[in-house]
C-alpha cells in the first residue's frame, strides 16, 4: 500500500529509510499471525471479517519462533504484527516477547477493539513500542460502517489515548474512500487533539474479496487529498512526511522534509508474512510469491530477493510508462493499482487523471491481473 505519514514530532522513523538506504536490503517485516478479526471492514483485502469465507487460522507458536529467528539472521530490525486482528491472536503475548528478545522494534496493526489500559500496559511490559490504528471518520457511525461493527470508533479512540497514555506511540491510520475524502483534514485534527504526533493516509486499494466487490468506494483523487494533508501539516507545526506514494509528491513543493520511497515493496524494504507462512509482494497482493516454511533454499533474504525480482520481471508496464519523463520518479507506478487498468497504467498518475473529464472516477477494468 502506498502509505504517507505526517510527522509532527522527531521520531525515529526515518530510521527504517536511513538503514535501507545504507544496508539497500530488508530491513522491516510485517507478520500476519492469524487471519482471524473481531471486525468485518468494508474494504478488507483479506477478507478477515467474512465468517462465512474465511476459516480461523492462526500462525503456530513454533512456526513464529523459526521465522523470527530467519528475519534476525537476515539482518531486518523491526517486525510489525498485524492480522487479521493480532489483539485476538491467543499468542500474541509471547509473539511481542519473542520478537523483541530477537531485538525487533515491534510495532502493532491493531483496530484497538480489546486494547485496554491494562492490556496495553502488558504488551509495553513485553516490548511493543508503536501500534497504528485507524480513525476512518470524524461521524462514529461512519467509521463503524467502514469498519462494519458497531462501537467500533469509541473503542478506537479509546485504544489509542490508552496506549498514549501509558509511552507507547500511537499513529493514526486512515484507508481513504469516497465516504472519507472530503474529512480527511477533520480526522487528522482529531488525532492531533488526541495528542497524536504521526498521522498516516492512504488510498483503499483494489486487491480481493470485499476490497474487490466494494471498489467503487475508492477515492476520486488521493492525490490531491495528499496535497490537502501537506498545507495543513505545514500550517499546523509538522516536521517531516515519510511518502510511500509513487506520484506524491512529485511536482509539489513543501517546506516539510520528505523521505520518499516510491513503493517500498519493490524496493526490497519490507516483507509480507501470512498466519501461514505464505510471502506477498504486498499485502494488498493475496497471490502468494512463495512460502517461508516450505519452499525457502539457503538463506531467507537472498531466496526473497530472487523472488522479488521474478515478480517484477513478469509485473506489467504500459510501454507508454517507460518512455514517460516520471518513469525515474514513479518506477511506473503501484503494482496493485496497475494491474486493476485496463491499460496496465496506475490510475493516480497525473498523465492518466488528465486524461480523465473533471471529477470522474479512476477507470478500473475489476480485473486483476
Ligand atoms: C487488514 S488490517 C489488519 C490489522 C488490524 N486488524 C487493523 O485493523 O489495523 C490492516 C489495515 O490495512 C488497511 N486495509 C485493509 N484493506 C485495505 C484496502 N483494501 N485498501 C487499503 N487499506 C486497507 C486498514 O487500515 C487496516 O486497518
Known amino acids: 500500500m502506498c502509505v504517507v505519514t505526517f510527522d509532527w514530532?522527531?521520531?525515529?522513523?526515518?530510521?527504517?529509510?536511513?538503514?535501507?538506504?545504507?544496508k539497500k536490503s530488508?530491513?522491516?517485516?510485517?507478520?500476519?499471525?492469524?487471519?482471524?478479526?473481531?471486525?468485518?471492514?468494508?474494504?478488507?483485502?483479506?477478507n478477515s471479517g467474512n465468517k462465512a469465507k474465511i476459516r480461523r487460522e492462526h500462525m503456530g507458536l513454533a512456526e513464529l519462533k523459526k521465522l523470527v529467528g530467519m528475519l534476525k539472521d537476515s539482518g531486518l530490525n523491526q517486525i510489525t504484527y498485524s492480522g487479521g486482528e493480532p489483539?485476538?491472536?491467543p499468542r500474541i503475548r509471547e509473539a511481542v516477547k519473542i520478537a523483541k528478545d530477537n531485538d525487533f522494534v515491534v510495532h502493532m496493526n491493531t483496530n484497538g477493539f480489546v486494547l485496554t489500559r491494562g492490556f496495553a500496559r502488558e504488551l509495553k511490559s513485553l516490548g511493543l513500542s508503536q501500534i497504528q490504528t485507524n480513525i476512518d471518520s470524524v461521524d462514529p457511525k461512519k467509521h463503524d460502517y467502514l469498519r462494519g461493527r458497531e462501537g467500533s470508533f469509541y473503542r478506537a479512540v479509546s485504544a489509542l489515548?490508552?496506549?498514549?497514555?501509558?509511552?507507547?506511540?500511537?499513529?493514526?491510520?486512515?484507508?481513504?474512500?469516497?465516504?472519507?475524502?472530503?474529512?480527511?483534514?477533520?480526522?487528522?485534527?482529531?488525532?492531533?487533539?488526541?495528542?497524536l504526533q504521526r498521522c498516516r493516509v492512504w488510498d483503499m486499494m483494489p486487491s480481493s474479496g470485499c476490497a474487490l466487490e466494494n471498489f467503487d468506494i475508492r477515492p476520486t483523487n488521493y492525490i490531491e487529498s495528499l496535497r490537502k494533508l501537506?498545507?495543513?501539516?505545514?500550517?499546523?507545526?509538522?516536521?517531516?512526511?515519510?511518502?510511500?506514494?509513487?506520484?506524491?509528491?512529485?511536482?509539489?513543493e513543501t517546506s516539510l522534509r520528505v523521505?520518499?520511497?516510491?513503493c517500498v515493496a519493490s524496493h526490497g524494504v519490507l516483507?509480507?508474512?501470512?498466519?501461514?507462512?505464505?510471502?506477498?509482494?504486498?499485502?494488498?497482493?493475496?497471490?502468494?510469491?512463495?512460502?517461508?516454511?516450505?519452499?525457502?533454499?539457503?538463506?531467507?533474504?537472498?531466496?526473497?530477493?530472487?523472488?522479488?525480482?521474478?515478480?517484477?520481471?513478469?509485473?506489467?508496464?504500459?510501454?507508454?510508462?517507460?518512455?514517460?519523463?516520471?518513469?525515474?520518479?514513479?518506477?511506473?507506478?503501484?503494482?496493485?493499482?496497475?494491474?486493476?487498468s485496463s491499460e496496465r497504467t496506475d490510475y493516480w498518475c497525473p498523465r492518466v487523471l488528465n486524461r480523465q473529464p473533471q471529477g470522474a472516477s479512476p477507470d478500473v477494468s475489476h480485473s486483476p491481473a
Open 230 to 252: 501537506t498545507k495543513f501539516a505545514e500550517g499546523t507545526g509538522g516536521k517531516h512526511i515519510e511518502s510511500g506514494e509513487p506520484f506524491f509528491p512529485l511536482d509539489f
Open 26 to 46: 530488508l530491513v522491516w517485516a510485517v507478520i500476519e499471525v492469524t487471519n482471524s478479526c473481531n471486525l468485518n471492514c468494508i474494504w478488507c483485502y483479506a
Open 161 to 195: 489515548k490508552n496506549a498514549r497514555k501509558i509511552g507507547i506511540t500511537c499513529v493514526s491510520q486512515t484507508v481513504l474512500t469516497k465516504e472519507n475524502e472530503t474529512e480527511t483534514v477533520g480526522i487528522f485534527e482529531l488525532a492531533r487533539s488526541l495528542g
Open 259 to 262: 523521505s520518499h520511497i516510491p
Open 271 to 340: 516483507v509480507n508474512f501470512a498466519y501461514n507462512g505464505d510471502v506477498y509482494y504486498c499485502v494488498t497482493q493475496r497471490k502468494p510469491m512463495f512460502n517461508v516454511f516450505s519452499d525457502v533454499e539457503g538463506g531467507f533474504e537472498e531466496f526473497y530477493m530472487v523472488k522479488l525480482r521474478e515478480f517484477l520481471k513478469k509485473a506489467k508496464l504500459n510501454p507508454g510508462c517507460t518512455e514517460c519523463e516520471l518513469f525515474d520518479k514513479c518506477g511506473g507506478g503501484c503494482y496493485t493499482r496497475r494491474s486493476y
Open 9 to 22: 514530532e522527531e521520531n525515529d522513523a526515518g530510521e527504517k529509510v536511513r538503514r535501507f538506504r545504507k
Open 87 to 89: 489483539t485476538v491472536y
